[in-house]
């Protein structure tokens, strides 16, 4: 079974400053997806970046970008220019590719990063 | 386009009682979870469907809980009879196959 680890359980930054968040996971497959999700405490959760994992490219999403280290199963969400509104739970995520039979895009969470954009 | 539509956004209900919770997912989007999140917890998958056909269901405690999917659209998630450590949030998503999900805003259901 996959594993997905996210370290911080907690993380602060200063509003306009940058953070990185944790993620590694575990998979002896090739063929899959990350994601990041946000999860303000409306409980509303927000997909905030996605990667392919044939894809060499980091993926960018204006302030938000990942660091993909595929050889070592880290993917990785920086956050530049902080705002207050980016206050919430962060979840990493991977899916399983196509080609895993009955496990195909099962989708598996780690526990989170609660991130809190200080003023 | 609308969202991940869930019913009820709330439910108390006393222990052993039943409890169903309904979602409707995108439109055209052939995947859906149903997921568990314990407070300060990430979402654990209790079940996974691909159109009607329940794909992944291994994580689901199928002495008190079940779910259907009539019609590969709509789904129905159902606890009966609760306990207390049901208490929760259940939370459903929809995708295309290789996707991102889409998400509900949940049902927090409080056991008492």
């Known amino acids: 079974a996959q594993t997905v680890t996210q370290s911080q359980p907690e993380m602060s930054v200063q509003e306009a400053e940058t953070v990185t968040l944790s993620c590694t996971y575990d998979?002896?497959?090739?063929?899959?997806?990350l994601f990041w999700y946000k999860q303000p405490p409306s409980r509303q959760m927000i997909l905030v970046i996605r990667?392919?994992?044939?894809?060499?490219q980091n993926a960018t999403e204006n302030r938000f970008s990942v660091n993909f280290q595929k050889a070592a199963k880290s993917f990785s969400l920086k956050i530049s220019d902080s705002q207050l509104g980016d206050t919430a739970m962060y979840f990493c995520?991977?899916?399983?590719?196509?080609?895993?039979?009955?496990?195909?895009?099962?989708?598996?969470f780690g526990k989170g990063t609660k991130l809190s954009v200080i003023p | 386009e609308a969202g991940v539509v869930q019913s009820p956004r709330y439910k108390i209900i006393e222990k052993k009682q039943p409890v169903a919770f309904w979602c409707n997912p995108i439109s055209g989007h052939n995947t859906l979870y149903w997921y568990l999140q314990n407070l300060g917890q990430g979402p654990e998958l209790l079940i996974r469907?691909?159109?009607?056909?329940?794909?992944?269901d291994s994580q689901l405690p199928k002495d008190r809980f079940s779910a259907e999917r009539l019609k590969g659209v709509d789904s129905t998630l159902k606890i009966q009879p609760a306990e207390l450590g049901d208490s929760a949030v259940y939370l459903c998503?929809?995708?295309?196959?290789?996707?991102?999900?889409?998400f509900g805003q949940g049902t927090r259901l409080t056991v008492v």
């Open positions: 990667q392919e994992a044939y894809k060499q």
């Open positions: 995520a991977f899916m399983r590719g196509p080609y895993s039979g009955a496990g195909s895009y099962q989708l598996t």
């Open positions: 998979t002896s497959e090739n063929n899959y997806y």
């Open positions: 469907y691909e159109n009607e056909e329940a794909v992944d």
């Open positions: 998503a929809s995708s295309l196959q290789g996707g991102e999900a889409f």
